[in-house]
């Protein structure tokens, strides 16, 4: 099995790019956001690779960094994602704002990857919410986010940070702030509740 590849962009696609190793050229299936990181043709880039065998054909995927390979094997345990609806998430969301909206039954967030409708986004939060404080990402810790939700309301914090957002704040940052007045609040505090100080932490 191939775990990484380090060679030269020779080419880059749509949802591809064609590593140049050692006169070998591998193409290579990536996110959106991993191909928009990658440096100009003819100069070094690494990826973290992900092998899928087939009985007639070897596909690879590629990852910035290894936390966006273990998502994407997560992604393909729940019913009705494979790896294209996979790629699709990774390439709307970083790995730390994917272990939040998992982890904040954040649905809305995870349903803008093109070919994710609303049940297939459910499911994801659902089946994962117990892995993401394991698979994690981002400087904001899911382990901590994990913790928030633990002691309060899901649908709660799921219609705050959809609040906040209609008021135009981005969503990362929306749900950074419930999830920290989460945290403080406690169980049983209600979406206005999460709202109004929502806003605070925001404004700060």
Not at 20 to 32: L, M, Q
Not at 99 to 127: F, Y
Not at 154 to 167: E, I, T
Request: hydrophobic share 50%.
């Amino acid at each position: 099995m191939i775990g990484k590849l380090k060679g030269l962009v020779d080419e880059v696609g749509d949802d591809w790019v064609i590593l140049d190793v050692g006169g070998v050229g591998y193409e290579v299936h990536c996110p959106a956001r991993t191909l928009a990181a990658l440096p100009p043709r003819g100069e070094a880039a690494s990826l973290s690779i992900e092998t899928h065998l087939r009985q007639d054909m070897i596909r690879l995927f590629g990852f910035a960094e290894p936390q966006e390979r273990e998502w994407f094997r997560a992604l393909q345990t729940v019913q009705g994602v494979g790896s294209k609806v996979a790629l699709a998430v990774l390439s709307v969301l970083a790995p730390g704002d994917l272990a939040k909206a998992v982890t904040l039954n954040d649905t809305a967030a995870i349903s803008q990857a093109p070919g994710v409708g609303a049940k297939v986004a459910q499911r994801i939060a659902t089946e994962l919410k117990s892995k993401a404080a394991k698979l994690g990402g981002g400087t904001f810790a899911a382990a901590d986010t994990q913790s928030a939700v633990a002691g309060g309301d899901g649908a709660a914090m799921a219609d705050a940070v959809s609040a906040l957002v209609n008021l135009g704040y981005g969503r990362p940052q929306a749900t950074e702030a419930v999830a920290r007045v989460m945290m403080v609040a406690g169980e049983g505090a209600g979406a206005a509740e999460l709202i109004r100080h929502g806003l605070k932490e925001l404004a700060r």
